[in-house]
């Protein structure tokens, strides 16, 4: 095709409201102020340096000819096309066009001299390119490589690029890291900041271009560096803003609530419960609040530990908050919560979406006169009406499925102005070790990496969905046994209704197959009261079978349970398979887990797919599973967006960058120190509006 006709630079890109469709186009891609286009770096590059001659193109070579049209015409067999046959001296070439324009087929009669650019084919009849891109043979042949951006539809090449060009000379690329301080290892900096922005933008011809697609390129490695500094630095200055904040100082007291609760629990906690136990302990007793991520697998005890910190902050007289992301999770919690603490006199207040309202009110009064000591509840208890006595702890559960508003929402409940609320954030999803450092770098991770004794591992078996049958009779021997069975049927995004009708059928034929046996059904559809309903039948045992979609991923705890079917296990997510699984295994009977899994109408399962429940079938450890799964998705989806504050890390890659980011992590606290003004504006030219998205 011929390049559209040339259009006017872009307007200078300041950071006023984009006017015209294409700068708002610009604008949502974050393109908005010049640095932010000096930033915004080529996805690939084109070769438009050299000219080949047909005599030695290779087949397949995509290249650029010179040459002259001999001959033009649209033929309409075998469809309608424009055909335009060129010669370049050494040879002839076809040039295809399935789709045209009339300005196009003017510029290329017979005698124009043109340059096409495509990928050459070999034929009966000669070369042939097909849609090439063609433009006049007079312009110089440009000298670097041309670049390829990231673009949105709608948004042309050739414009982006002339932005991208304007940003790149008007924007201040002055040093804000070499040199600025002494850091170690310089030689991730050996190139200045503006050389490698202008090199990445338009490289020369001889560069390896490999070395710029597989980003190992110096220029590549400077760029990585800086950002992953800027990300560093900005997370360590939210930490520094955090200590200087003021929370209460929370010990417990010798014979108070936690040793109280410590000799009432039916169970002795295991070492790794002690010791992050110390570890939460130790940072109540701060007087800056405490930041602090339990992560542990499923089924590692980690509500006791909560509770035990909830009981510090008792002992000391103020309220606790316990937020969990489900409804069923936070009434799991809570009934576990008040069977540990109402013996010891404690009053537990409980606040969900579905509640009613006198009982609501009955809650939000016991909450703001301080008679609950601890309240547990979802996000309902963000809510304006939600009125705290004097919170000074909270816990939140399964943290990465909030969003960071609702976090900052639960810290603005502290009653008095300036003092902060300590935070213990606990998750079953656990943060491989470089994602640690970069994502949470301003958190203190405390791990439980340890089950409680007593659990048989689970064995895990990959099953071909036209072996159902051997599934249920498995089933009825577990039933037999007098066990309970989970069957999980998955979520399709796109469609509630098929959701649905896919647990309903599962279920309707379960109970077909199994007579006598009282099989429920669960999901997300069915009134609060209706799923309290069932989920208590199937705790109390009543239930021998709960068929069910993801509503029962987090937190249900059903020893009993031995059995996890997951239906079309390939559309599920890896760590929520992990989390499925360890419903079962909480006993001491031998659990299994079946993945039922289904091709569909291809042949094989793709291979993310495969990957996925390979990983299910090799391992039961939540880090090794945590690691696949970084492996397979990348981070940016690892945390999911909302958690990484709509991917932070551009050009960086967490898991072949680590030297880099041990790098960046070691010299932040360095120019912070030594040059606070140069550290501030090279994170304000990196993350731009994006800094309170790392602050949360
Ligand atoms: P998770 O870390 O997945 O939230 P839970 O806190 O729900 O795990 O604990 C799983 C189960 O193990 C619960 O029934 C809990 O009471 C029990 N448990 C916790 N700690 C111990 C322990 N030290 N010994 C025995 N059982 C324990
Ligand atoms: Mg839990």
């Known amino acids: 095709m011929l390049a559209k006709p040339s259009i006017p630079a872009a307007e200078p890109a300041v950071a006023a409201a984009p006017r015209n469709p294409l700068q708002k186009a610009m604008a949502k891609m974050g393109l908005v102020r010049d640095i932010d286009f000096a930033l915004h770096l080529p996805l690939r590059y084109e070769d438009e340096t050299r000219i080949v001659r047909l005599a030695d193109a290779r087949e397949g070579q995509t290249l650029q000819i010179e040459a002259t049209v001999t001959a033009c015409e649209v033929s309409l067999r075998p469809r309608r096309q424009l055909l335009v046959s060129v010669d370049d001296g050494s040879d002839t070439c076809t040039l295809r066009f399935f789709s045209f324009y009339p300005v196009q087929q003017r510029a290329m009669q017979p005698g124009a001299q043109i340059r096409a650019r495509g990928e050459v084919k070999g034929g009966f009849l ?3 390119m097909v849609h090439p891109v063609v433009h006049a043979a007079s312009a110089d042949l440009p000298t670097a490589l041309t670049p390829v951006y990231p673009t949105v539809a709608g948004l042309p090449q ?11 000379s008007r924007a201040d690329l002055s040093e804000t890291v070499a040199g600025s301080a002494s850091l170690p290892g310089q030689a991730a900096l050996s190139w200045p900041l503006r050389d490698a922005l202008v090199f990445l933008h338009h490289p020369t011809p001889e560069v390896a271009l490999a070395t710029l697609e597989d980003h190992s390129h110096p220029a590549w490695q400077r760029l ?3 950002e ?13 803003a955090r200590d200087n904040l003021r929370s209460l100082v929370l010990k417990p007291v010798d014979g ?3 040793d109280r609760l410590l000799s009432a629990l039916p169970f002795t906690l295991t070492a790794a419960q002690q010791r992050v136990g110390r570890e939460v302990a130790h940072d109540l007793a701060q007087a800056a609040p405490m930041h602090r991520l339990l992560q542990g697998d499923v089924g590692s005890g980690k509500t006791v530990v909560a509770a035990l910190a909830a009981a510090i902050c008792i002992d000391a007289g103020r309220q606790c908050a316990l937020m969990a992301p489900t409804e069923i999770l936070a009434e799991q919690h809570f009934r576990k919560l ?3 603490l109402e013996p010891l006199g404690i009053t537990t207040a409980w606040l969900t979406g579905s509640q009613k309202a006198k009982e609501r009110r009955a809650m939000l009064a016991l909450i703001a006169s301080g008679e609950a000591a601890l309240v547990v509840g979802t996000h309902a208890m963000i809510q304006d009406k939600v009125q705290f006595h004097n919170l000074a702890l909270t816990v939140i559960d ?10 900052l929402a639960l810290r603005d409940k502290m009653a008095e102005p300036g003092l902060e609320p300590h935070l213990l954030m606990m998750t079953a999803t656990p943060i491989p070790r470089t994602l640690a450092m970069s994502y949470y770098a301003d958190l203190e991770v405390s791990t439980i990496d340890e089950l409680p004794p007593g659990r048989t591992p689970i064995v895990t078996k990959l099953v071909n969905a036209s072996r159902r049958d051997e599934v249920v009779a498995r089933i009825r021997m577990q039933l037999a046994q007098g066990r309970q069975v989970y069957w999980v049927c998955p979520l399709i995004e796109e469609s509630e209704v098929l959701d649905l009708a896919n647990a309903t059928e599962t279920h309707a034929a379960l109970c077909a197959a199994l007579p006598g046996v009282q099989v429920g059904l669960l999901h997300s559809r069915m009134p609060a009261a209706e799923k309290k309903a069932v989920m208590a039948e199937f705790v109390s045992g009543t239930m021998a079978v709960l068929v069910s979609t993801t509503v029962i991923e987090v937190g249900v705890d059903v020893p009993n349970a031995s059995l996890m079917v997951i239906e079309h296990a390939e559309r599920f997510g890896l760590s929520q398979m992990h989390q499925l699984r360890g419903r079962v295994g909480r006993g001491a009977a031998a659990s299994a887990c079946v993945l039922l899994y289904s091709t569909g109408d291809a042949p094989r399962l793709g291979e993310t797919a495969r990957a996925r429940l390979k990983a299910m079938v090799e391992t039961n450890d939540g880090f090794e599973i945590a690691r696949r799964d970084l492996e397979i998705r990348g981070p940016g989806e690892f945390l999911g967006a909302r958690q990484s504050g709509a991917a932070l890390l551009r050009f960086a890659d967490l898991a072949t960058d680590a030297e880099l980011l041990e790098w960046a992590r070691a010299a932040a606290p360095l120019i912070l120190d030594h040059s606070p003004a140069l550290a501030h ?15 949360a």
């Not at 982006?160 to 304007?166: N, P, Q």
């Not at 992953?228 to 520094?240: H, M």
């Not at 943290?399 to 976090?407: D, I, T, Y």
Request: net charge positive; aromatic share 10%.
């Open 126 to 128: 000669g070369w042939t």
């Open 158 to 168: 050739a414009y982006l690029r002339k932005a991208v060009l304007g940003g790149l």
């Open 224 to 226: 990585k560096a800086e």
């Open 228 to 240: 992953l500094l800027a990300q560093q630095v900005s997370q360590l200055q939210s930490r520094r």
């Open 256 to 258: 108070g609530l936690r």
């Open 338 to 340: 008040i069977g540990w």
């Open 398 to 407: 399964e943290q990465h499925r909030f969003g960071v508003a609702q976090r």
């Open 681 to 695: 504006r090279h994170v304000a030219r990196w993350l731009g509006t994006k800094t309170e998205f790392l602050k």
